[in-house]
Every structure is written in structure tokens, then in C-alpha cells.
């Protein structure tokens, strides 16, 4: 049974870090590239950022650059997203996504809120 866990996410004041974990099973996890995605209320889902299998490609989208960096340990089967100087923008519910098409996996999200 597949599975994505995301945990992590809370309440931060803008400025503040976080860090989003997601572990995944019941696949063969170093095979697959992983991303975080993000959904705001009444918005469309949005790619915040993506990792090949061996850890070392990456990319982000433009608002995040310098502040999230997206890193994971195959050994453990684990992603994570370390987010720094958070805004109350990247406000959102944070999903951890491993592809290797044709296959597709998602995880049931982890609430990132920033607000003073």
C-alpha cells in the first residue's frame, strides 16, 4: 500500500521557519523524483519545488528561491522542505508528491499558516 505521511506544518509568524517531512512506503522510494506542492483556499494547486532520485537536481518556483530548500535521504525514504523566512503568502496546505510515470502518488497535505 502506498503511502505518503506529511507532517510538519503549524502556525508561524511571518519570518519564522519550518520544516515539512514527508515519509513515504510501499514503493521503491530512490526510484521516484519528489516535489512539494502547495493549495491555497480557493486557488489552483501550485509546484513549489521538485527533486530528482539522486538528491541532487532541484528546482524551485520563483517565490520561494533563496528561502525553501527541498532535500531527501533515500536510505530512510523520507523528503523534506526546510522553509525559511516564511510570508503570510505561502500560506497554504502543503502536499508531498513522488513521480515516476506513469505513476503518481500524493499524500493528504500539512497545513502551513503564517500570520502575526
Known amino acids: 500500500q502506498v503511502q505518503l505521511v506529511e507532517s510538519g506544518g503549524g502556525f508561524v509568524q511571518p519570518g519564522g521557519s519550518l520544516r515539512l517531512s514527508c515519509a513515504a512506503s510501499?514503493?521503491?522510494?530512490?526510484?521516484?523524483?519528489m516535489a512539494w506542492y502547495r493549495q491555497a483556499p480557493g486557488k489552483a494547486r501550485e509546484h513549489v519545488a521538485a527533486i530528482g532520485i539522486r538528491g541532487i537536481d532541484t528546482n524551485y518556483r520563483d517565490s520561494v528561491k533563496g528561502r525553501f530548500t527541498i532535500f531527501r535521504d533515500n536510505a530512510k525514504g523520507e523528503v523534506y522542505l526546510q522553509m525559511n523566512d516564511l510570508k503570510p503568502e505561502d500560506t497554504a496546505t502543503y502536499f508531498c508528491n513522488a513521480a515516476r510515470l506513469p505513476d503518481v502518488y500524493w499524500g493528504q497535505g500539512t497545513q502551513v499558516t503564517v500570520s502575526s
Open positions: 510501499g514503493f521503491t522510494f530512490r526510484m521516484f523524483a
